[in-house]
């Protein structure tokens, strides 16, 4: 498998999740890949066991990408998988009862991230003579979700801001790709509070995934594979898409299987 042989990745919040499963098939196709989190423990452990390189990023800050990609020789693809739903410490997010703090810490990850990222990015690749850009959006950044306000404006942002990358470089004549992916009801840790443990998991399993199509969660394993794409030479016409895994949610509503 060698589909980015010879190519220099970097993906943020690669500790784990999603990030874990695209540097996995990264170097699983040949790519050389540096992961990058805040967490650095658990993404050096990450980067051993897959066979990667390893820098501790926290993608809010200017000074942390400057560090990171000054060290770098060249740069053919980065990921901006690194974010946070503002839920994880119970805080309120709805658009009545938000605090301003914790609207501005969601978007300082989401979104100040990505553009930061993109920003280094785009610098690092000029040296390369080009690369892909990828940026890990959500469905939530297509519809509203009215008890994660904070999480859906900043993933509607990186969108938008995947688009304006995307035509920027076409306009400096830069051979540099900008794309998103926008996943739904993927199984990572971050839903294991909402689904807990016990002989209810299932049942809760289930009621999560009642109104997808597909009835089933997807896996990291399966947004990787469409990162891979995006990142290989395979992608090369397409610059400012939009790609959504989400086992058909956004196409509608389907038919519930017939039963005897």
Same mark, same amino acid.
């Given at each position: 498998?060698?589909?980015?042989?010879?190519?220099?990745?970097?993906?943020?919040?690669?500790?784990?999740?999603?990030?874990?499963?695209?540097?996995?098939?990264?170097?699983?196709?040949?790519?050389?890949? #540096?992961?990058?989190?805040?967490?650095?423990?658990?993404?050096?452990?990450?980067?051993?066991?897959?066979?990667?390189?390893?820098?501790? #990023?926290? /993608?809010?800050?200017?000074?942390?990408?400057?560090?990171?990609?000054?060290?770098?020789?060249? +740069? !053919?693809?980065?990921?901006?998988?690194?974010?946070?739903?503002? #839920?994880?410490?119970? &805080?309120? =997010? !709805?658009?009545?009862?938000?605090?301003?703090?914790?609207? =501005?810490?969601?978007?300082?990850?989401?979104? !100040?991230?990505?553009?930061?990222? *993109? $920003?280094?990015?785009?610098?690092?690749?000029? $040296?390369?003579?080009?690369?892909?850009?990828?940026?890990?959006?959500?469905?939530?950044?297509?519809?509203?979700?009215?008890?994660?306000? &904070?999480?859906?404006?900043? $993933?509607?942002?990186?969108?938008? =801001?995947?688009?304006?990358?995307?035509?920027? *470089?076409?306009?400096?004549?830069?051979?540099?790709? *900008?794309?998103? %992916? =926008?996943?739904?009801? %993927? +199984?990572?840790?971050?839903?294991?509070?909402? +689904?807990?443990?016990?002989?209810?998991? !299932?049942?809760?399993?289930?009621?999560?995934?009642?109104?997808?199509?597909?009835?089933?969660?997807?896996?990291?394993?399966? /947004?990787?594979?469409?990162?891979?794409?995006?990142?290989?030479?395979?992608?090369?016409?397409?610059?400012?898409?939009?790609?959504? %895994?989400?086992?058909?949610?956004?196409?509608?509503?389907?038919?519930?299987?017939?039963?005897?």
């Amino acid at each position: 498998m060698t589909r980015l042989s010879d190519k220099f990745a970097l993906v943020t919040g690669a500790a784990q999740g999603i990030g874990a499963a695209i540097a996995r098939a990264f170097v699983a196709e040949g790519a050389n890949v #540096l992961v990058t989190d805040i967490d650095a423990e658990a993404g050096a452990a990450t980067a051993r066991e897959i066979g990667a390189g390893f820098a501790a #990023l926290d /993608v809010r800050e200017e000074a942390d990408w400057q560090r990171v990609t000054g060290r770098l020789e060249r +740069l !053919d693809i980065l990921v901006n998988n690194a974010g946070i739903t503002g #839920l994880e410490a119970g &805080a309120a =997010h !709805d658009p009545e009862n938000a605090g301003l703090e914790d609207w =501005h810490a969601v978007h300082r990850t989401n979104l !100040d991230g990505v553009f930061l990222g *993109c $920003k280094y990015g785009i610098r690092a690749m000029r $040296k390369s003579g080009g690369g892909a850009i990828i940026n890990v959006s959500s469905r939530s950044g297509l519809v509203g979700i009215p008890a994660a306000a &904070a999480y859906a404006s900043s $993933k509607a942002a990186v969108r938008n =801001h995947t688009k304006t990358v995307a035509l920027y *470089c076409a306009e400096q004549e830069l051979d540099i790709r *900008c794309n998103s %992916i =926008h996943p739904a009801a %993927i +199984l990572t840790p971050m839903w294991e509070p909402m +689904l807990g443990s016990g002989p209810d998991r !299932d049942a809760r399993m289930r009621e999560f995934v009642a109104d997808t199509p597909l009835r089933r969660f997807g896996t990291p394993e399966e /947004v990787a594979a469409v990162a891979v794409l995006l990142a290989s030479d395979e992608a090369a016409y397409m610059t400012g898409t939009e790609l959504n %895994i989400d086992g058909g949610i956004l196409a509608g509503s389907a038919a519930a299987p017939a039963t005897d």
